[in-house]
């Protein structure tokens, strides 16, 4: 059996009428940029992650990037960051002139390991970015409170985690701002680039509706540099379709993870641990084992999709050798960079496919 790891065809075949209507409802209206799509999208989504404000960009790199450009992020600064995340959340630091400053994670959750932040605080620090990686949010109370008390803002990189709660709150509603990304593989994905910026603050919140055209207001008067980040009408009409569904497409998420957690419990694998204060989406379901490149060798002849998120920790990136971390520097996210690997867990993953993705893993680990 072929399982793909996954399949955006199946969630289209779903819902066509409704995703082929808002398309051909802003092909007929020509409102391509910043049309009404998007500010109702904007507001469903503010809707749903209870902020004030919500301002869509062109993609989840650029929602951290104008987020960090309103905290004033400048050359010579630090932003604290985990060192086991996509490369865009460090990678928005340093093209403000900024330099990011890793921190390891917490070797059940992948994600940035609180009780490690403050030692990692200079007079230089400018803000502090937890990722919650995979779907699940970071432990936020210790990095506010730590933010509080140095005077830091916190950027959420929520770019996998929308609809993810943590103590209630909804991921990225709970810092300064709250950053998505819509790349068709995220849990509401669009049919291309797409992001945005949730925030409390008014003053905040407009200067990113700045920054997103070129930092004019009004048109063609500049008093800041900005960026051409806008989110395509197209894709604010396709996002508000999908967003209506998002809730029982994470439920359906859970369920599988469920599935996964049980049939591997009494084996040598670590699964995901989902924390009492967090309410999972599974954007990826991780497991850590010991022989991970002869599992993937495994997979891929049983014709089993999957990938490694992530296989090189960020303060090992080449790029990043002139800050000088050396191997060993972040050992947990070493280890994990060496034992991950994804497994479908999409919405429509079928039983069957998922009871031979099971019996494929059972067999490789207890053979
Ligand atoms: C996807 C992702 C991003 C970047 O989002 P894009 O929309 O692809 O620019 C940033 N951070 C994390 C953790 C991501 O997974």
């Given amino acids: ?56 960009v062109a993609s989840g790199t650029d929602a951290l990037l104008l987020s960090l450009r309103v905290c004033e992020v400048k050359p010579g600064d630090e932003v604290i960051t985990t060192s086991f995340s996509f490369f865009a ?53 210790p990095i ?10 916190v950027v959420e990189d929520a770019a996998q985690s929308i ?18 990304s819509f790349f068709p ?17 008014p003053e905040m919140a407009e200067m990113i509706r700045i920054l997103r055209v070129h930092g004019s207001k009004p048109k063609y008067y500049h008093s800041i540099i900005g960026y051409n980040s806008r989110l395509d009408t197209l894709q604010a009409a396709i996002l508000a379709v ?29 699964t995901p641990k989902e924390e009492s204060y967090s309410y999972h989406i599974y954007n990826q379901y991780t497991i850590a084992v010991k022989k991970r490149d002869e599992l993937r060798k495994h997979l891929k002849q049983k014709e089993i999709g999957h990938d490694s998120y992530y296989p090189v920790p960020l303060h090992l990136q080449e790029c990043y050798k ?16 060496e034992e991950v690997v994804s497994i479908p867990v999409y919405p429509e993953l079928t039983q069957q496919e998922q009871e031979y993705v099971i019996s494929t893993i059972k067999e490789f680990v207890t053979g």
């Fill in 89 to 141: 959340s460090a990678g928005v630091i340093s093209r403000l002139g900024a330099t990011p400053v890793f921190v390891d994670i917490d070797a059940d959750t992948y994600n940035i390991d609180p009780a490690q932040v403050e030692k990692k605080i200079s007079p230089k620090t400018k803000a502090i970015m937890p990722v919650h990686l995979f779907g699940q949010c970071a432990d936020m109370d």
């Fill in 322 to 337: 002139f800050l000088g971390y050396n191997k060993g520097d972040l050992p947990v996210s070493e280890k994990r960079a």
């Fill in 242 to 270: 999908k967003l209506k569904h998002l809730d029982d497409w994470s439920k359906k998420r859970r369920k599988h993870a469920e599935a996964y957690n049980s049939a591997f419990k009494d084996l040598d694998i670590i």
């Fill in 1 to 56: 059996m072929k399982v793909p790891f996954l399949d955006l065809k199946r969630q289209y075949d779903a819902i066509k009428k409704e995703m082929d209507e808002a398309v051909f409802s802003v092909l007929f209206n020509t409102k391509f940029i910043l049309g009404p799509e998007v500010k109702s999208f904007e507001e469903k989504v503010a809707a749903y992650c209870a902020t004030k404000y919500a301002i869509g």
């Fill in 185 to 201: 593989s995220k849990n509401l994905g669009g049919a291309g680039d797409g992001g945005m910026v949730v925030t409390d603050d």
């Fill in 144 to 153: 506010i409170d730590v933010a509080k008390r140095h005077n830091l803002k």
């Fill in 163 to 180: 609809g993810a709660k943590y103590k209630g709150e909804k991921a990225g509603a709970i810092g300064d701002f709250g950053c998505f």
